[in-house]
Nanobody, 128 residues
Framework: QVQLVESGGGLVQAGGSLRLSCAASGFTFSRNAMAWFRQAPGKERVFVAAIGWSGGAPNVGSYYADSVKGRFTISRDSAKNTVYLQMNSLKPEDTAVYYC?????????????????WGQGIQVTVSS
């Protein structure tokens, strides 16, 4: 059974940092695209960042939403079957439930329908 489990969320002041982790089990995702999405209260779930298969090169094939570019970094540790989202310079508008997602394909996508597996989500709250 495939499972994605997020951790690392919480409450942080504006300007602070958090690192989210997503541990995958039941499937080896070393050659699959993985992504982070977020959903603020009353809003749709939107794309944050994605990473494809690096082929050995670190963080090759990563892609970001404009709203987080330069502040967030997605990375993966294939040996641990884990993907990370380092979030720096956090803003109150980053407050949302963050979801990890994985797809069976290797190409990254901003489309949430392209992803086959989802975590349960984790709350990130940024206070002003």
């Amino acid at each position: 059974q495939v499972q994605l489990v997020e951790s690392g969320g919480g409450l942080v002041q504006a300007g602070g940092s958090l690192r989210l982790s997503c541990a995958a089990s039941g499937f080896t995702f070393s050659r699959n695209a993985m992504a982070w999405f977020r959903q603020a209260p009353g809003k749709e779930r939107v794309f944050v960042a994605a990473i494809g298969w690096s082929g050995g090169a670190p963080n090759v094939g990563s892609y970001y939403a404009d709203s987080v570019k330069g502040r967030f970094t997605i990375s993966r540790d294939s040996a641990k079957n884990t993907v990370y989202l380092q979030m720096n310079s956090l803003k109150p508008e980053d407050t949302a439930v963050y979801y990890c997602a994985a797809r069976l394909g290797i190409k990254i996508s901003e489309d949430r329908d392209a992803y086959n597996y989802w975590g349960q989500g984790i709350q990130v709250t940024v206070s002003s």
